[in-house]
């Protein structure tokens, strides 16, 4: 390996990541099944073990952190029992919550998730998806212009679940700001405001959001070069974003910046859940931009990290020291 790209355990430190997006309480309630409800043809849950989680742009705060890295987290809850639940989650990773933002018109997204042993039986959602009203979106921006101005912040994410956080002035309005204070900006979309990252610097969808967000038909078992190009074409005609990255699942991730492109694959994993890989692969990618690595070691990087959280039931934080031991093994 090139010493260059030798990762250790203190790669990451000091690096400021600034996070703009929705925060997600993940609820699970755990047991075993063993017989059918005489009321409905449904299993009968017997509870064993309740947990609650961080999710969505708190998950992408929570890996900045496991890494090595500093969080700045801002978001927005509802001033309910789950936004009090989330707020003390973050606390106790010790995530700053000065930034949490509530709105007594919205309710908490709060996403409940049944499991027999590590069979997922059903989920039940908690959450408000209007946009936030123009007063609270003044209030917001103002606090990240203070966060920028203030602290050293070497990348911002914007982390959109479509909860209605990120509205397109607000999009307009950060990476206008950014690009004003040089700073690199990176997108996990979803279908709403699909195309609303123009200027965004790393633009990073998943397939599924391509084809939602382009309305294409590319295979999500086996997708083709060819259709994936034409696509980070279309993204870069609408966006004007220097790199765009698509994740695969399984298949790894396509990348296409200037001249460089292709697919860089994934090592074969056994998984137990998805849930959370994406702000996963996300946080690796901006840790890794911060700290000027190249795109195919960031990838290469990314797609380790994404994998091996898949391998665990539930949305979990990446293990620094096992991720790097697999990094550096190649």
Excluded: W
């Excluded at 990176?186 to 391509?210: C, H, Q, T």
């Excluded at 195919?296 to 991720?323: H, P, T, Y």
């Amino acid at each position: 390996m090139n010493n260059n790209n030798f990762l250790h355990k203190n790669s990451f430190e000091n690096l400021k990541i600034l996070i703009v997006g929705d925060i997600i309480l993940d609820h699970y309630l755990i047991g075993k099944v063993d017989r059918i409800s005489p009321e409905a043809p449904v299993p009968v849950v017997l509870h064993e073990v309740e947990d609650y989680r961080l999710g969505g742009a708190a998950n992408v705060a929570l890996n900045i952190k496991s890494m090595g890295g500093s969080p700045v987290l801002v978001s927005l809850v509802g001033a309910d029992y789950y936004g009090n639940k989330l707020t003390d989650l973050l606390i106790k990773e010790q995530i700053p919550t000065s930034n949490i933002f509530k709105d007594p018109h919205r309710k908490t997204t709060c996403k409940t998730r049944i499991l027999a042993r590590n069979q997922h039986l059903i989920r039940y959602d908690h959450e408000s998806l209007h946009f936030i009203n123009e007063t609270l979106e003044n209030e917001i921006f103002n606090s990240i212009k203070k966060i920028i101005t203030g602290e050293d912040i070497d990348v911002i994410i914007l982390q959109d679940y479509n909860k209605g956080l990120l509205t397109n002035n607000l999009i307009d309005s950060i990476l206008l700001y950014a690009r004003q204070n040089n700073i690199s900006t990176l997108a996990d979309p979803k279908k709403s405001n699909f195309l609303a990252y123009k200027g965004v610097d790393y633009f990073k969808p998943n397939l599924r959001e391509i084809n939602e967000g382009l309305q294409l038909a590319i295979s999500e078992t086996d997708p083709d070069v060819s259709s994936l190009y034409n696509a980070s074409k279309q993204i870069n005609e609408h966006l004007k974003n220097y790199c765009t990255l698509i994740t695969l699942g399984p298949k790894g991730m396509y990348y296409h910046l200037s001249d460089q492109k292709g697919i860089i694959p994934t090592n074969e994993r056994q998984i137990a859940d998805v849930c959370g890989a994406g702000d996963t692969v996300i946080s690796i990618i901006a840790l890794g931009v911060a700290a000027k690595m190249n795109i195919s070691d960031i990838i290469k990087l990314a797609n380790i990290a994404g994998g091996q959280v898949c391998e665990k039931v539930g949305v979990v934080s990446v293990e620094k020291s096992k991720l790097l031991e697999e990094y550096n093994a190649q």
